[in-house]
Structures are given as C-alpha cells and as structure tokens.
C-alpha cells in the first residue's frame, strides 16, 4: 500500500490552464505539505495544513490555492499556470508537528508538471 | 543567506571508502535535522535524523550535529554504487522543513 499517493504523476498543459493535483495519506497523520523542487533540485515548502487547517503558506502566488477536505487529503489547484510553474511538486505527511523531536516528513512519489 | 547549506558537488568517491556530507544551518532555532536521499526521478526518501549534539548511527550511516557550529554532517562508509544519489540535509524549525540545494554524490566502482 503506498503511503503518500499523488496523481497525476505527469502533467503536461498549456500556458494560462487551470489544473489540480490530488494527494492522499493513509498514514493516518495529521499534517500535510505541499512542496516545490525546481530544476535545480531545491526542495522548497509552498504550504502546510494540520487537521484542514492552513498552517503554513510561503509567499506562494494567489494562483496556487490547497484544499484540504480530510486530515487524509490535500489538493493543490493552480490558475492560470505560467512557464515558470514547471517543476515537481511534491506531496508530504507526518504526524503533528512533523520535524520536531524527529517526526520525519514522508513523501509521496511527485507530479513533475510542465507548461508548454 | 541560504538557511540551509550544502555543497552541491558532485562528490565522487571509489567504491567502499566513507562519503562525507556536509551540512551549515543559518537559524539557531533549528530543533532537529534531517538527511533524505533522493535518486534521479524519485522522491526524497529519509534515511535518518538527529536532534542531540553528537553522533547517531544506524547501519553504514552516521550522523553528526554541533550546534555551536551550525552544522550536521552524515557520513557513509563502505559506500556501494547504490548509495549514488543527491543527498538533501534539512533543519526544521518554525514549523517548517528547510532544505539546502543538496550535495550530489557519486560512488565509483
């Protein structure tokens, strides 16, 4: 059973498209992360939400807006995608403040997007 | 300043010697670190944290934490060919988890 499942694992799409990713965590944890990895590698954290609760939202454009129905989903839908929004996005999960004490943070596979 | 700091490499080492990794954190409030390796095309996979001063090990790998210095190192010995990958050092405070660039390590036969 995989722990933290994203679809869709590609997406391929037009400038100015409206698209989702969907993410799911049967680990029964309480936070959840979206994170951005550029071409570059780096690994940068766009939002966090504990039990549906936003927690944390890193300057990301209001174009990016998390929907999180259950403690165990977290979607990301973005508007209007620009070349810029080309990356991997990456889906995560830990228990209630993940990181401190050493919870560690368990991702999910990707969704590499790229903007035509 | 990046908050978090890695050399980005790529580091390469002969086949059953000890990698280095090195890791400088910039926020005093870090409470604890982490090292994730990642293969090309694949997600960050944790391979151990650590959130005391001193060494932790577990396995061929051994991490290390000074926070008077701000920095974690993870050493890997015997390294096999498997162990390529780019290895990515986090701290975490503030809620949050910060990654540097990741250091790019190369084991060859």
New interface residues.
């Given amino acids: 059973d995989t722990a933290v499942s994203q679809t869709p694992k590609y997406l391929v799409t037009q400038m100015g498209n409206d698209k989702s990713i969907k993410c799911e965590q049967n680990l029964g944890h309480d936070t959840m992360y979206w994170y951005k990895q550029d071409s570059?590698?780096?690994?940068?954290?766009m939002f966090?939400y504990n039990n549906k609760e936003l927690?944390?939202n890193?300057t990301v454009p209001n174009r990016f807006s998390p929907k999180s129905p259950d403690k165990a989903h977290l979607n990301l839908h973005i508007n209007s995608l620009e070349l810029g929004d080309s990356a991997v996005y990456?889906c995560a999960s830990s228990p209630l403040?993940?990181?401190?004490?050493?919870q560690?943070?368990?991702?999910?596979?990707?969704t590499r997007l790229s903007i035509l | 300043q990046k908050e978090v700091e890695q050399n980005s490499g790529p580091l390469s080492v002969p086949e059953g010697a000890i990698a280095s990794l090195n890791c400088t954190y910039s926020d005093r409030g870090s409470q604890s670190f982490f090292w994730y390796r990642q293969y090309s095309g694949k997600s960050p996979e944790l391979i151990m944290f650590i959130y005391s001063n001193g060494d932790k090990e577990d396995g061929r790998f051994t991490a290390q934490l000074n926070k008077a210095s701000q920095y974690v190192s993870l050493l890997i010995r015997d390294s096999q060919p498997s162990d390529s990958a780019t290895y990515l050092c986090a701290a975490y405070g503030a809620q949050k988890l910060v990654f540097g660039q990741g250091t790019r390590l190369t084991i060859n036969p």
């Fill in positions: 570059k590698k780096f690994l940068k954290i966090s927690i944390i890193e990456f403040g993940g990181g401190g004490a050493g560690p943070q368990h991702f999910g596979d990707g």
